[in-house]
């Protein structure tokens, strides 16, 4: 089955450490991102990339990072520098970035926990 | 960006129709209108989008009125599978439209 698969589904880390969110998709999809939900609100974008090797901030870059090395992959790193990580993490393709008609494809989410 | 209004909640009862409104009054002749939701602990699902006519798939339909001010999303026979939160979204062609900005939406509960 075609889909984006996100893990691991629950993610518990201590406050200062690293982590990275996987994020693979095998919709052949050329644009990929990354957004953060908290409770009760809506998605934010963090980061997207448009195309293999490239990729730019969203609205809430800071504290994150993300490599696109290949096509059906896009990992999220949430850093030490993240002030709030605890939040839900959702990974998202579509098949190209730039014409608004064509849907964003999501994945289940990853719920990261810091204490 | 263009904004949207949502309720924040709805009701509705198993196989009856359910009508969620969305005013977007600053919304401009270049924004498209789409929708998604969000079943609990899930990733959001595309439902449908539309400019200016009509619009139905599998899953819903959309009714846009004439000056494009308003929306509204129709699920015919509401199931218990439709309780989710419905997000409103303009996108706009051009500039930054590859994001899609959630607002809260409408929680929707479907009783047996």
């Known amino acids: 089955d075609g889909g984006i698969t996100q893990s691991p589904k629950y993610l518990f880390r201590k406050e200062g450490q690293n982590v990275t969110l996987s994020c693979e998709q095998n919709l052949n999809h050329d644009a990929m991102y990354w957004y953060r939900q908290d409770p009760g609100q809506g998605l934010r974008l963090i980061y997207y990339s448009q195309i293999v090797n490239d990729f730019q901030k969203g609205d809430i870059a800071e504290g994150y990072s993300v490599s696109r090395e290949k096509k059906e992959s896009f990992p999220l790193t949430v850093t030490s520098a993240q002030k709030n990580p605890t939040a839900f993490y959702l990974c998202?393709?579509?098949?190209?970035?730039?014409?608004?008609?064509?849907?964003?494809?999501f994945g289940p989410g990853t719920r990261l926990t810091v204490t | 960006d263009a904004k949207t209004t949502q309720p924040n909640s709805m009701e509705s009862n198993e196989e009856e129709p359910v009508h969620l409104p969305c005013n977007h009054s600053t919304i401009s002749g270049t924004d498209y209108i789409h929708w998604y939701r969000q079943l609990p602990s899930q990733g959001p699902e595309y439902v449908i989008h539309g400019l200016t006519s009509n619009v139905n798939n599998r899953m819903a339909s959309l009714a846009i009125a004439e000056d494009r001010k308003s929306s509204t999303l129709i699920l015919h026979r509401a199931t218990l599978r439709d309780a989710a939160v419905y997000y409103c979204?303009?996108?706009?062609?051009?500039?930054?439209?590859?994001?899609?900005?959630f607002g809260k939406g409408t929680l929707l509960t479907v009783n047996p």
């Open positions: 998202a393709s579509s098949r190209t970035a730039n014409q608004i008609s064509y849907e964003q494809y």
């Open positions: 979204i303009l996108r706009r062609s051009g500039g930054s439209n590859y994001k899609l900005t």
